[in-house]
């Protein structure tokens, strides 16, 4: 079982940036792939970014590559999400992921476990 939850989220204007984390609970942390995922009202749930459970490899939508940066702490049992340049499109709830443990196909990836999400709101 791993809980997650999100925080970071906040309101910001366009061309600013914001720093999401994901704080994961448990001893698998290490061995799970992580990724982002946003879900902007009354929209279906899309990926952002994935990173491998060593912190090796990342991958990242199209749409915040360039921007977007994610990264780990297996330390802390942390991904963060660093976004820059923010435009009003990017306002959605961010939600991160966790994969089953040491599996990451890094342009498909799927999450076995949630956080409750935090919400993004990019104001132009």
């Known amino acids: 079982q791993v809980q997650l939850v999100e925080s970071g989220g906040g309101s910001v204007q366009a061309g600013g940036s914001l720093r999401l984390s994901c704080a994961a609970s448990?001893?698998?942390?290490?061995?799970?792939?992580m990724g982002w995922f946003l879900q902007a009202l009354g929209k279906e749930r899309e990926f952002v970014a994935a990173?491998?459970?060593?912190?090796?490899?990342?991958f990242y939508a199209d749409s915040v590559e360039g921007r977007f940066t994610i990264s780990r702490d297996n330390a802390q049992n942390t991904v963060y999400l660093q976004m820059n340049s923010l435009k009003p499109e990017d306002t959605a709830v961010y939600y991160c992921?966790?994969?089953?443990?040491?599996?990451?196909?890094?342009?498909?990836?799927?999450?076995?476990?949630w956080g409750q999400g935090t919400q993004v709101t990019v104001s132009s």
């Open positions: 448990g001893r698998t942390f290490s061995t799970r792939a």
């Open positions: 990173i491998s459970w060593t912190g090796t490899s990342s």
């Open positions: 992921g966790a994969s089953v443990p040491y599996y990451y196909t890094p342009a498909r990836f799927s999450a076995n476990y």
